[in-house]
């Protein structure tokens, strides 16, 4: 019985034709599709060539060299990240896209989504950069908490 239908993006060919006639991709954690199917049927992500990505399976740094081929070879208007919130794997997935684009100098629009209690809620490019950095998040609930 296959669970799965949405490729993974490390097993495809990075100009291959699930993905390349789209103006869109949607890279998701490999378990929304699974645990969340009606996010992921949602008319907002109704335009996006979609790949999956488990992190718990492939390094980071694997993928995420497999996405600057994609990127270097494709024109995608935008690239969105779909995952659970929460997860430390699922976490990373947004980190490596962001450092993707850096390293890349991609101009395309980048979204990140994260689905919290069965809601999606989309998460701003800089909540996801400045995650990154501890020392910035506490300073962020220090001066948060000076504030009550």
């Given at each position: 019985?296959?669970?799965y239908?949405i490729?993974?993006?490390?097993?495809?060919?990075?100009?291959?034709?699930l993905?390349r006639?789209?103006?869109?991709?949607?890279?998701?954690?490999?378990?929304v599709e699974?645990?969340?199917?009606?996010i992921?049927g949602?008319?907002i992500?109704?335009?996006?060539?979609?790949?999956?990505?488990c992190?718990?399976?492939?390094?980071?740094?694997?993928?995420?060299f497999?996405?600057a081929?994609?990127?270097a070879?494709?024109n995608?208007?935008?690239?969105?990240v779909?995952t659970v919130?929460?997860?430390?794997h699922?976490?990373?997935?947004?980190?490596?896209?962001?450092?993707?684009?850096?390293?890349t100098?991609?101009?395309s629009?980048?979204?990140?989504?994260?689905i919290?209690?069965?809601?999606?809620?989309?998460?701003?490019?800089?909540?996801?950069?400045?995650?990154?950095?501890?020392?910035?998040?506490a300073?962020?609930?220090k001066s948060?908490?000076?504030c009550?």
């Amino acid at each position: 019985m296959t669970v799965y239908r949405i490729p993974k993006l490390i097993d495809i060919n990075a100009k291959s034709r699930l993905i390349r006639n789209f103006n869109k991709l949607l890279i998701i954690g490999r378990c929304v599709e699974v645990e969340h199917p009606k996010i992921l049927g949602l008319d907002i992500f109704r335009d996006y060539a979609k790949v999956s990505v488990c992190l718990e399976e492939e390094h980071m740094n694997m993928v995420g060299f497999k996405l600057a081929g994609v990127l270097a070879r494709s024109n995608y208007e935008e690239v969105a990240v779909l995952t659970v919130d929460g997860s430390p794997h699922c976490t990373q997935l947004h980190y490596m896209v962001e450092e993707v684009f850096k390293i890349t100098g991609s101009k395309s629009k980048r979204r990140h989504y994260v689905i919290e209690d069965g809601d999606l809620i989309e998460v701003p490019v800089e909540a996801v950069k400045t995650s990154r950095y501890l020392s910035k998040v506490a300073k962020l609930l220090k001066s948060r908490q000076q504030c009550y």
